[in-house]
């Protein structure tokens, strides 16, 4: 479906945008994509559902926020 496909094509990109990643409303850390696997062990393809809006509209008790580090992605 529709949604799969968005988070594949997300999970392609290689980013180096930064991301707060929340559980259960505690900020566990902030970083790339490839950190936050590091650091939780998740996969890149969960990471990227969770920075979805389905996700938070599904009540993830996981999700990411993409920061503003006013830079571009390389």
Do not use: C
């Not at 392609?12 to 850390?29: F, N, R």
């Not at 599904?58 to 920061?67: C, D, F, W």
């Amino acid at each position: 479906p529709k949604l799969e496909y968005r988070v594949q094509e997300i999970a392609k990109k290689k980013s180096y945008a930064e991301y707060a990643y929340y559980k259960d409303d505690e900020l566990i850390w902030i970083g790339t994509i490839d950190e936050l696997v590091e650091i939780s062990g998740l996969s890149p393809h969960t990471l990227n559902y969770y920075a979805t809006t389905h996700a938070y509209e599904k009540g993830a008790r996981s999700i990411l926020i993409r920061v503003d580090t006013g830079e571009e992605d390389a």
